[in-house]
């Protein structure tokens, strides 16, 4: 199996250093900076400056890890050519072409993934578990955090310079941090209203939304606060699901779940061990499953798609200051 990753920033190195541990297959890379490229030579991959030269190398499947107002010309281009495609979330900064996508992956019979890795987090995979085996009982209310200081995300770069701190590029911590989105999402179903303030608040040098605070209305009736920003220097990431009969608290800095039970009055806590790298090998394992043994993906275009759009309508709703209904 041939894999071309486009764009060999972090994600891309990241996809890159698990291919070849992995032992999957030949590994072309992409990138038009030649800083980056050039990076890469220490994994023994071919590389390429120019895209469509790579995808024309005979690739079974692209890896898009592009800034986001990029992702859809690439995907479709290498779904053009008959390569499958995994595509780094979100998978698009707005809806245009995206539906194209999927009819013509469709039409051509080829994979579509979105890459929404917290859902391979063993923590979350306890807590969907949870979920399912009725633990806590209907889910009323939940609250969804992730912040960290933007400079801290790589340290080796001008912040100013990453696609997060860009509009054009797709940026913000709304598109950004949609991940919360994604796991909100399937944890709890579809949405049905979305209200949203959201902002630059910092002094950070930014041209996008530094902070969100967004109020989710699903289907069932469950109503869910996501806050999402980029300023905070501690870095935190956690839920809270409040159900009929107890309560369910992920903490990934904590590394555990703890679950409260009427039943027995008292709290259950589970350790998580794991390392920051291992969802990320899970993802791409079951993507090349997918490939291979002709697994269901988790999360495919049509997933991605519904993120972007309650993503799109939090934007919509910080905007207008009202209410969105999908």
């Not at 306890?126 to 912040?147: C, Q, T, W, Y």
């Not at 555990?256 to 009055?265: A, P």
Request: one cysteine or more.
């Amino acid at each position: 199996m041939r894999f071309l990753v486009v764009g060999c920033g972090s994600m891309g190195e990241r996809h890159i250093r698990n291919l070849k541990s992995l032992k999957a297959g030949e590994i072309v890379a992409c990138d038009t900076n030649k800083n980056r490229l050039c990076a890469m030579k220490k994994y023994n991959v071919k590389l390429y400056d120019d895209f469509e030269q790579a995808l024309a190398q005979n690739v079974d499947a692209v890896i898009v890890c592009t800034p986001p107002n990029s992702h859809i010309p690439i995907a479709l281009e290498s779904i053009n050519q008959g390569a499958n495609v995994f595509i780094e979330k979100p998978i698009s900064n707005t809806m245009t072409d995206v539906d194209k996508l999927i009819k013509n992956a469709a039409k051509k019979k080829l994979l579509t993934y979105v890459g929404y890795n917290l859902r391979f987090h063993s923590g979350l995979n306890i807590v969907k578990k949870m979920i399912d085996d009725n633990k806590i009982g209907r889910i009323l209310s939940a609250h969804i955090e992730v912040g960290q200081y933007l400079p801290d995300w790589h340290p080796w770069q001008d912040y100013r310079e990453g696609y997060t701190a860009q509009k054009k590029l797709g940026g913000g911590i709304i598109l950004d941090a949609s991940h919360e989105i994604d796991y909100a999402c399937w944890l709890m179903g579809e949405v049905k209203e979305v209200f949203c303030f959201a902002n630059k608040i910092s002094n950070l040098k930014v041209e996008t939304e530094d902070i969100a605070e967004i109020l989710l209305k699903f289907k069932s009736n469950v109503v869910a606060l996501v806050h999402l920003d980029f300023i905070q220097r501690a870095y935190s990431r956690s839920c809270k699901l409040i159900g009929e009969e107890g309560t369910i608290i992920w903490d990934f800095m904590d590394k555990s779940v703890k679950v409260y039970s009427t039943e027995n009055k008292k709290w259950e806590v589970y350790g998580i061990k794991e390392e920051p790298n291992d969802m990320y090998l899970k993802e791409i394992k079951h993507f090349i499953r997918c490939l291979s043994e002709k697994e269901e993906p988790l999360v495919d275009a049509k997933v991605g798609k519904n993120v972007l759009n309650v993503a799109l309508a939090a934007k919509q709703s910080a905007e207008t200051h009202k209410v969105v209904r999908l």
